[in-house]
Every structure is written in structure tokens, then in C-alpha cells.
Nanobody
Framework: QVQLVQSGGGLVQAGESLTLACVVIGRTISDYAMGWFRRAPGKEREFVAAISRSGLATRYADSVKGRFTISRDNAKNMAYLEMNSLKPGDTAVYYC???????????????????WGQGTQVTVSS
């Protein structure tokens, strides 16, 4: 059974950076496309970024494009979300997600992902 375990997150000031990490346990990460989602207080869960199994295709929400970078290290079974120029509006619980898609596919809908991490809080103060 595959599990996703997240690390990173915390409290930062606006303009600072954070990197979230997600390790895949029980299977090899190369079997999965990976995604990052977030849920802010009182809001629906929203898509942040996704990366294909190959790592060659990525997709970002407009709100984070140019500031966030999703990556993966298949040798380490890890996925990452590097977040720069953070804004108070980025405050949310962030979740990584995995799904066995084709080698070059990415997906931005939460319904496309069957396995989820435990979530990690990111708080950006102004």
C-alpha cells in the first residue's frame, strides 16, 4: 500500500521562501504523477502544481506561476514544491497527491488523484 509522507512548511514572512517535500513509501515514485493542492480556511481545496511521471511536463495554477516550482527526484522517491515570494494569500494546508497516470500526463483535478499526504500548514505573515 502506497503512502505519502510530507515534510516542510511552517511560518514565514511575506516575500520569503519555503520548500515542501513528499516521500512516497511502499511503491516507486516513478509509477506516479504527483500533484500539490492546498486548502485555505473557509475555502475549497485548490490545485497548485503537478508534474508527470517523466518529470518533463508540469502545470501550475495561475496564482503561483512564476513563484512556485514543482520537481521530483525519482532516485530518492521524493517530490518537492519550492515556494518563493510567498504572500499571505498562500496561507493554507498543503497536500501532496499521487496517481498512476501515463508517463507524460499531468492532472490538475483532485478527483484525478487517489493517494494523499497528511497535509502540512504553511502560514505567511504580512
Amino acid at each position: 500500500q502506497v503512502q505519502l509522507v510530507q515534510s516542510g512548511g511552517g511560518l514565514v514572512q511575506a516575500g520569503e521562501s519555503l520548500t515542501l517535500a513528499c516521500v512516497v513509501i511502499g511503491r516507486t515514485i516513478s509509477d506516479y504523477a504527483m500533484g500539490w493542492f492546498r486548502r485555505a480556511p473557509g475555502k475549497e481545496r485548490e490545485f497548485v502544481a503537478a508534474i508527470s511521471r517523466s518529470g518533463l511536463a508540469t502545470r501550475y495554477a495561475d496564482s503561483v506561476k512564476g513563484r512556485f516550482t514543482i520537481s521530483r527526484d525519482n532516485a530518492k522517491n521524493m517530490a518537492y514544491l519550492e515556494m518563493n515570494s510567498l504572500k499571505p494569500g498562500d496561507t493554507a494546508v498543503y497536500y501532496c497527491a499521487a496517481e498512476s497516470l501515463t508517463w507524460t500526463s499531468v492532472a490538475d483535478g483532485p478527483q484525478n488523484y487517489g493517494t494523499w499526504g497528511q497535509g502540512t500548514q504553511v502560514t505567511v505573515s504580512s
